[in-house]
């Protein structure tokens, strides 16, 4: 019996434990965003704009925008440098490797990559002032699925 | 008898497990608290409504406000002033995360201060918007 009496409190705390577990796991799993992608690429980068894709860009690009991130295109977003390490290493290892994505943009933006100004040339610049629109950051205007990463050509829908 | 012991194990296991979580918890009113506490280290006084409102809503030598992005009156969405990405209600009333994690508040502060006065907050302007931002029902 004095043996026994440690068995409850061994389940309980295996119990207890395990209602923890799940709740923490439920809650990094509620985060959408895109696959893979660390916890912090999705509680950072995307609480000011949509999580741009890694294979958007090349190497280059997402070394200067990590290295910078104090002084991100007219706003400070400097974070804690775990966080910094988690995000630049998932970029890096899926970005852009074919020469046509990969090489480095003026100010390190997408936008400015060659490929992005090529594929959006029929875009005409009053469509881009668009209160729906506004931005070229503003993916997900114009493409639906930009949150998950979906940038095909079928799916655009211009919003008026 | 054992399922009695299991019971109340489990029961105050629960409990401790609970309010374990609440102290940890931080809230807009001890957010506030420390604020306070900092900002009469250096002597001011803290915590003023409408000083906090007045702050929030003026320019500070650059371009943008607080309200820029998080509107002038931030119970309903604002947006990023570039992004135009959507920002949820800052008003903790109006959205319970808010303000509920001291280490987050902090990030946002530094670097949200910096891109509209060109410097940290002060704690005192700190607790000053927080005073204003709860009286937002």
């Known amino acids: 019996m004095a043996k026994n009496r440690y068995l409850p409190r061994f389940q309980t705390i295996t119990l207890v434990a395990f209602l923890g577990l799940a709740s923490f796991t439920a809650m ?7 696959k893979g992608a660390p916890a912090a690429f999705n509680t950072e980068c995307t609480s000011c704009h ?12 997402w070394r ?25 290493a998932w970029l890096i290892s899926h970005a852009a490797k074919g ?43 114009c493409h639906g699925g930009a949150d998950k990463g979906d940038f095909d050509e079928d799916r655009v829908r211009i919003p008026s | 008898m054992v399922s009695f012991l299991m019971a109340r194990r489990l029961g105050m296991a629960l409990v401790l497990t609970f309010s374990a979580s609440l102290a940890l918890a931080d809230s807009p009113a001890n957010l506030l608290d420390t604020y306070k506490t900092q900002a009469k280290a250096t002597g001011g006084a803290a ?34 002033a570039i992004t135009h990405k959507v920002i949820e209600p800052l008003a903790p009333a109006f959205n319970a995360q808010r303000f509920s994690d001291l280490a987050k508040a902090d990030k946002w502060f530094r670097r949200n201060c910096k891109d509209v006065l060109a410097r940290e907050c002060s ?12 009286t937002l029902k």
């Open chain 2, 123 to 134: 704690a005192a302007e700190k607790a000053d918007v927080l005073a204003w931002l709860m």
């Open chain 2, 47 to 80: 915590g003023d409504v409408a000083r906090g409102q007045s702050f929030f809503n003026s320019t500070h030598g650059n371009e943008w406000k607080c309200a820029s992005c998080h509107g002038a009156l931030p119970t309903g969405k604002g947006e990023h």
């Open chain 1, 64 to 88: 200067g925008i990590m290295g910078g991130l104090d002084k991100h295109f007219g706003v400070d977003a400097s974070i804690d440098d775990k966080s910094r390490q988690s995000i630049s």
């Open chain 1, 99 to 141: 020469s046509q994505y990969a090489s480095a943009s003026p100010e390190f933006r997408i936008s400015k990559s060659n490929w992005f100004v090529r594929q959006h040339d029929e875009v005409s610049s009053k469509v881009w002032k668009r209160a729906s629109i506004k931005s070229p950051a503003n993916c997900g205007a």
């Open chain 1, 28 to 34: 990094a799993q509620s985060s959408a965003g895109l």
């Open chain 1, 50 to 61: 949509i999580g741009f894709a890694p294979g958007l860009t090349g190497e280059a690009n």
